[in-house]
T-cell receptor
Framework: DSGVTQTPKHLITATGQRVTLRCSPRSGDLSVYWYQQSLDQGLQFLIQYYNGEERAKGNILERFSAQQFPDLHSELNLSSLELGDSALYFC???????????FGEGSRLTVL | AQRVTQPEKLLSVFKGAPVELKCNYSYSGSPELFWYVQYSRQRLQLLLRHISRESIKGFTADLNKGETSFHLKKPFAQEEDSAMYYCALSESQAGTALIFGKGTTLSVSS
């Protein structure tokens, strides 16, 4: 499957902890986007990377950070976790010049 | 700032009935509008985009710049249309992130 892959699929952790979510974009896609999906807020754009450089920032908290590596995979780091951070985190990728985003299956984070 | 509003959280219709999922946006430039769909246990995927002016699975959407709307319509709903639908907006520059509405769950029953 050459689609967007995300790991882990599910993650349960405690408040105050730190986790890392990983995303591999579709083959050839240079842009990676991170979104947070919660019941009351819908899909919130967090951050975008293009070929290793940060391109745009959305509603990303200071406790969260991300990076895109030379092989184009990306990681989203969430630290000092709070109960409210429990959500589904999606990664998406796109090809240069196209606006269609291809989404992964998401990583479901539960903070207890 | 750009914003996408989907006023209905849930829309329930009977099979064969017409469907209209509402989407309004605010953006000062010339945006590109999309509808994405998420079926049960599947990943979010593109349904249609306004510049294509096409009909996908019987759905159409027309961009009305005067009313800043991009409503999704289907004349006869099918049970397999039951899903979560998101309206999304992209700024005029290619490669920019999509801004999504909060989504509308469409439930089609027989």
């Amino acid at each position: 499957d050459s689609g967007v892959t995300q790991t882990p699929k599910h993650l349960i952790t405690a408040t105050g902890q730190r986790v890392t979510l990983r995303c591999s974009p579709r083959s050839g896609d240079l842009s990676v986007y991170w979104y947070q999906q919660s019941l009351d807020q819908g899909l919130q754009f967090l951050i975008q990377y293009y070929n290793g450089e940060e391109r745009a920032k959305g509603n990303i908290l200071e406790r969260f950070s991300a990076q895109q590596f030379p092989d184009l995979h990306s990681e989203l780091n969430l630290s000092s976790l709070e109960l409210g951070d429990s959500a589904l985190y999606f990664c998406a990728s796109s090809n240069r010049g196209r606006r269609e985003l291809f989404f992964g299956e998401g990583s479901r984070l539960t903070v207890l | 700032a750009q914003r996408v509003t989907q006023p209905e959280k849930l829309l329930s219709v009977f099979k064969g009935a017409p469907v209209e999922l509402k989407c309004n946006y605010s953006y000062s430039g010339s945006p590109e509008l999309f509808w994405y769909v998420q079926y049960s246990r599947q990943r979010l995927q593109l349904l249609l985009r306004h510049i294509s002016r096409e009909s996908i699975k019987g759905f159409t959407a027309d961009l009305n710049k005067g009313e800043t709307s991009f409503h999704l319509k289907k004349p006869f709903a099918q049970e397999e249309d039951s899903a979560m639908y998101y309206c999304a907006l992209s700024e005029s520059q290619a490669g920019t992130a999509l801004i999504f509405g909060k989504g509308t769950t469409l439930s089609v029953s027989s």
